[in-house]
């Protein structure tokens, strides 16, 4: 079976400060991707990073950065200097070879005060 | 823009009644699929196409939903005698496979189709 775990329901920040996002997957796939979308309030999704199974690297991305690690199954979004605009549901998402399909975790609303 | 585009965006309708959605994929896309997504909760998985085939199917999809997708191209969810459960935000996506990227790419979500059964 495969799941994605957020979770943290809602976090409330001000803006310019550093927040993490937790992400925890469960899968018995070898071979999977792991994923980051953000639906804003206008509400349609939007494609963030994309990471496979088979690199740990840690990537950046201007203000956002990723943290795979497979020992622990997680894969945690970090934005640094939170902006207003940053205000949104994250949410993480799982496909894995055995079904083809993306599973995504319940997602994490951001709030971010100016 | 060749976004992925649904129509229509909201439907209220009453409970009994038919409903059809429609989703036009990008064009290059060769998967579709369809989620649906209710309040505080991340979308789940209906149902996905290569092509025109349709190759798996949730056990969410009771027997009064029905997706094609005819030519391979825009698809139709068709959800028979609605009921107030089915009031969610119907979601399409596609993205491109190839057999190199054996566990699936990227999503590009259409802005979805928002049913209210009364």
């Known amino acids: 079976a495969q799941k994605v775990t957020q979770a943290q329901t809602e976090i409330s920040v001000v803006e310019k400060e550093d927040v993490t996002l937790d992400c925890v997957y469960e899968?018995?796939?070898?071979?999977?991707?792991l994923f980051w979308y953000k639906q804003p309030p206008s509400g349609e999704l939007v494609f963030l990073i994309r990471r496979n199974s088979f690199d740990e690297q840690n990537e950046i991305s201007g203000r956002y950065s990723w943290n795979f690690q497979k020992s622990t199954s997680s894969f945690n979004f970090t934005i640094t200097a939170s902006q207003v605009v940053d205000s949104a549901v994250y949410f993480c998402?799982?496909?894995?070879?055995?079904?083809?399909?993306?599973?995504f975790g319940a997602g994490t609303r951001l709030f971010v005060k100016a | 823009d060749t976004g992925v585009s649904q129509d229509p965006r909201h439907k209220i309708t009453k409970r009994g009644q038919n409903v059809t959605f429609r989703c036009d994929p990008i064009s290059e896309h060769n998967r579709l699929y369809w989620y649906r997504q209710t309040l505080g909760q991340g979308p789940e998985f209906l149902t996905y196409f290569q092509n025109e085939a349709q190759l798996e199917k949730s056990r969410l999809l009771s027997d009064r939903f029905s997706a094609e997708r005819p030519k391979g191209s825009f698809s139709t969810l068709e959800i028979q005698r609605t009921e107030q459960g089915d009031s969610a935000m119907y979601l399409c996506?596609?993205?491109?496979?190839?057999?190199?990227?054996?566990?699936?790419?990227?999503?590009?979500f259409g802005e979805g189709s928002r049913l209210t059964v009364l």
């Open positions: 996506a596609s993205s491109f496979w190839e057999f190199r990227d054996r566990a699936g790419g990227e999503l590009f």
């Open positions: 998402a799982l496909s894995a070879t055995g079904g083809f399909k993306t599973i």
């Open positions: 899968t018995r796939d070898t071979t999977y991707y």
